[in-house]
């Protein structure tokens, strides 16, 4: 009896093991993906359903509503740091653009300054016809400069799982 049991819990320990190296290697190149540096500031973003925004804000007030062409709606969220001294840069003007495969373009939209547990940050709701990827090129002013600093990333539909 003790061996059997003694050999379950060597399973459940060696099984433990392998998923948390199997989650370990799948969210290390997610992760890395969120933070991008250039030219002197540090870029980290995330894509969140609207609706995990919406239970703490409301979208009307800080990006004037939903879009208007339906699909799956978005919220980009990105906070920028001076990489030098790592402090959060609060005075940019941020401009993001979401491309598809397949789709026409839109505009580019301005991220909204706004406050994430009281930190400055910046979003923007996009809504979206597929589950990705998404293709962002973001750009960023910072008020001493003149030039834009322009970032690019992709992403997948935060509701992929659920389909």
Known sequence: MRTILLQAQCWRFAATTW????????LSPALAQSRLERSGVTLYWGLVPAAVVA?????????????????????????LYDSASGRRIEDAVV???ISEAGIVDEPAKYLVP??????????????????GPYRFRLWMRLPPRTEEIEFKFEAWSPHRSER
């Not at 706004?114 to 589950?131: E, I, L, R």
Request: charged fraction near 15%; aromatic fraction near 4%.
């Open 19 to 26: 998923l948390l190296l199997l989650l370990i290697t799948m």
């Open 55 to 79: 239970d703490t804000h409301a979208l009307a007030e800080l990006h004037g509503g939903s879009p208007k062409g339906g699909g799956q709606i978005h919220h980009l969220v990105v906070a």
């Open 95 to 97: 401009r993001a653009q």
């Open 114 to 131: 706004m406050k994430v547990n009281d930190q400055a940050s910046y979003g923007q709701v996009f809504g979206v016809a597929k589950d």
